[in-house]
């Protein structure tokens, strides 16, 4: 299985966007950006540093990029060869759709993955950030709905 030590400039960048810093996420997200093209170089073959490019695109506003990076991360690992490893892509892709606008993509990329392993949780859908571009279309507050838990009693 091949790793990936994420750069923290790209957990710095993360978080100085939630705070709206812009211009640290943008200096961070570009520190972040060199590393891991600098990866993709080297190591052509991860999906792994291509989908942790495609988030970093994504921070950037570099959006056809973000999808380009995205997509091909999914084709090097794919869900038929690897269901459980392949899944990261496949989340990280749904992510970046999110982070660029493609509400479509982004809904029929979470519908295609919630329920898989390694898909992702009611909670993370229900209250994570990344996903508050998709919050009240209709679709999306259905996928969550339908994976909370049963409530207390039933």
């Not at 960048?13 to 997200?29: D, I, K, P, Q, Y």
Request: glycine share 6%; proline share 7%.
């Amino acid at each position: 299985m091949v790793e990936l030590r994420v750069p923290r400039a790209l957990y710095e960048a993360e978080l100085a966007s939630a705070f709206h810093r812009t211009e640290t996420a943008v200096a961070a997200g570009e520190s972040a950006r060199s590393i891991l093209e600098e990866l993709t170089r080297r190591q052509p073959d991860n999906a792994l540093v291509w989908s942790t490019l495609s988030r970093t695109y994504a921070l950037l506003q570099r959006n056809e990029d973000a999808v380009k990076a995205g997509r091909h991360a999914c084709e090097l690992l794919p869900v038929a060869k690897e269901p459980t490893a392949g899944a990261r892509p496949l989340n990280c892709l749904a992510r970046t759709y999110a982070m660029v606008g493609e509400k479509d993509l982004a809904i029929e990329q979470l519908t295609a993955i919630v329920k898989r392993p390694m898909g992702f949780s009611y909670g993370e859908l229900k209250l994570g950030p990344i996903w508050d571009p998709l919050r009240g279309d209709p679709r999306f507050e259905r996928l969550v709905a339908s994976l909370a838990p049963p409530e207390l009693g039933d």
